[in-house]
Each structure stands twice: as C-alpha cells, then as structure tokens.
C-alpha cells in the first residue's frame, strides 16, 4: 500500500489518514466502444482519505474535469423520478421564499435543464451553468439559457459584471464534483444577491459509512461531506447555512440552505 502526503483541498493540512481503498479503477463515465475492448484500459488509484483537521473526506484529483465532463453521459431529464424530485423542489422554493417573476434563479451544473424548465414555466428568469457541452445543448433546445462554463470565481465575476447577480443558486449532486471547493463556495458569494439563497443537494456521508455505499465512491466524486464540515467551508466564505433537511435521493442525501452572514 502506498500511502500519498497531500494537502487537504478545503483547509490546506496535510492528509495521509485513509478513509477507504478501493484499489484501482477506470472513470466511471470512461464507456469504452467496441473497437477499444482488446486495448488496454487507463485506471487510477481508488483510495478515498480523511483529513484530521476539518474532517473532508476526498479523494486525490488523478484527471481534470475537463476530461471527466467532456462529452458527458449523464442526462437528468432520463429520470422520471428525479424530475418529479426537481419539480416538488421548485413550487416549494416558490411558496417558501417568494421566488416569483422578479426573481433570478441560477443553477450550477444545470445539466439539460431538467429543474430550470419548472421555473421557466412560471415565467421566474433562470440561467443555467453547465460545462457539458453536449449535455448544455439540450437545456438550450429547451428555451433554458444556458452558458458552458466550470463555475467558480473567475465565472461569478463575469457574471456579476453583466449585471446577472441571483436571488437564488441552486446546485443539486455538484458539491461533490469540485476540485477547488474552496473557488467553488467563494463564487457563490460573489454571485449572490444581499438577500439570496443558496440551495445545495449532496451525499451524505454519515449514510455513505452507516449503509455502506462503497459504490458511490468514484472519480467524478472529489469529495464526500458530513454536515459538520459543509459548515465550516460556507462560514470560511462568509455564508452561513441557516437550515438543513434530510432527504432520500441518491441514498440519502442533505439539502443546505444557505445566505450571506
């Protein structure tokens, strides 16, 4: 076993405590066509760690998004189930938060537009942020404006310059797929409204370890939260998560509400 000294991606100490090893293993996404069965099939190191000081659970960056979101496989508008999901979510924001024409709602890693298309629908201004660029085309057949981007600060900045600051940011299973969590969180802030919200659905990690979810660990999954850590990373950004609901989609995950401190 080799162990790797690296540095934590949120507070910066080093980590060598293992979580989990896995072993080695292809991307998740990485479908090979039949013409490369015979070839031989690039793998990395699956071994998941856990960081003593803020208690981030997170695997190592062995490939860049870039290539992990290149012409990506994953459509959320194939699940009936997810969009139904998606649409409860968005009369409840609606009815709780007095989200209403006036409003601006971003969403982060948007995907095809599957929760966007129920805002639209009640004539809210959305925009969504999605770096497929196969998967963003399809949003945009739907009427969702959409820009193929990574989020982060340098994005924010843009964004706020053009005036397109939010009322609300919704990101749904995203958190985990940031390398640079910190960038990530610090855009959000920049972002948002005074008096926006956040909305971001993760994980779980307490239901990853008390029902043993090994399969949710992969590559594409950068990092795995507890409650007690997405705290520490929103208040290093000037956020403060002001609620929190516990829900069953993917195995159990949490829904954070957040807003400026």
Same mark, same amino acid.
């Given at each position: 076993?080799?162990?790797?000294?690296?540095?934590?991606?949120?507070?910066?100490?080093?980590?060598?405590?293992?979580?989990?090893?896995?072993?080695?293993?292809?991307? $998740?996404?990485?479908?090979?066509?039949?013409?490369?069965?015979?070839?031989?099939?690039?793998?990395?190191?699956?071994?998941?760690?856990?960081?003593?000081?803020?208690?981030?659970?997170?695997?190592?960056?062995?490939?860049?998004? /870039?290539?992990?979101?290149?012409?990506?496989?994953?459509? $959320?508008?194939?699940? $009936?189930?997810?969009?139904?999901?998606? /649409?409860?979510?968005?009369?409840?924001?609606?009815?709780?938060?007095?989200?209403?024409?006036?409003?601006?709602?971003?969403?982060?890693? $948007?995907?095809?537009?599957?929760?966007?298309?129920?805002?639209?629908?009640?004539?809210?201004?959305?925009?969504?942020?999605?770096?497929?660029?196969?998967?963003?085309?399809?949003?945009?057949?739907?009427?969702?404006?959409?820009?193929?981007?990574?989020?982060?600060?340098?994005?924010?900045?843009?964004?706020?310059?053009?005036?397109?600051?939010?009322?609300?940011?919704?990101?749904?299973?995203?958190?985990?797929?940031?390398?640079?969590?910190?960038?990530?969180?610090?855009?959000?802030?920049?972002?948002?409204?005074?008096?926006?919200?956040?909305?971001?659905?993760?994980?779980?990690?307490?239901?990853?370890?008390?029902?043993?979810?090994?399969?949710?660990?992969?590559? /594409?999954?950068?990092?795995?939260?507890?409650?007690?850590?997405?705290?520490?990373?929103?208040?290093?950004?000037?956020?403060?998560?002001?609620?929190? /609901?516990?829900?069953?989609?993917?195995?159990?995950?949490?829904?954070?509400?957040?807003?400026?401190?």
């Amino acid at each position: 076993m080799i162990i790797l000294v690296l540095n934590c991606r949120f507070c910066s100490e080093p980590v060598t405590h293992i979580f989990v090893d896995l072993g080695i293993a292809p991307l $998740s996404n990485a479908f090979l066509k039949k013409e490369m069965l015979n070839d031989v099939e690039e793998k990395f190191a699956l071994c998941v760690y856990v960081c003593d000081n803020c208690f981030l659970v997170q695997l190592p960056e062995f490939e860049k998004p /870039e290539n992990i979101f290149k012409d990506y496989a994953y459509f $959320s508008s194939y699940s $009936s189930t997810w969009l139904e999901h998606a /649409e409860n979510y968005v009369n409840m924001m609606i009815k709780k938060f007095h989200i209403n024409e006036k409003s601006a709602v971003t969403e982060i890693a $948007s995907n095809d537009g599957y929760l966007l298309q129920f805002f639209k629908e009640k004539n809210i201004p959305v925009l969504g942020i999605e770096p497929a660029a196969n998967v963003a085309k399809v949003a945009k057949e739907k009427g969702i404006p959409t820009i193929t981007k990574f989020f982060g600060v340098n994005t924010a900045n843009e964004l706020k310059k053009e005036g397109k600051q939010s009322d609300l940011i919704v990101g749904n299973n995203v958190l985990a797929h940031v390398p640079n969590i910190n960038d990530f969180v610090k855009g959000m802030k920049i972002l948002l409204n005074l008096d926006g919200i956040i909305t971001m659905e993760f994980p779980h990690l307490m239901q990853l370890i008390e029902k043993n979810q090994f399969d949710t660990i992969y590559h /594409e999954h950068f990092s795995y939260f507890s409650f007690y850590t997405v705290i520490q990373i929103f208040e290093k950004h000037n956020l403060k998560i002001f609620d929190v /609901e516990e829900l069953t989609t993917h195995g159990g995950s949490l829904r954070i509400y957040a807003t400026h401190i």
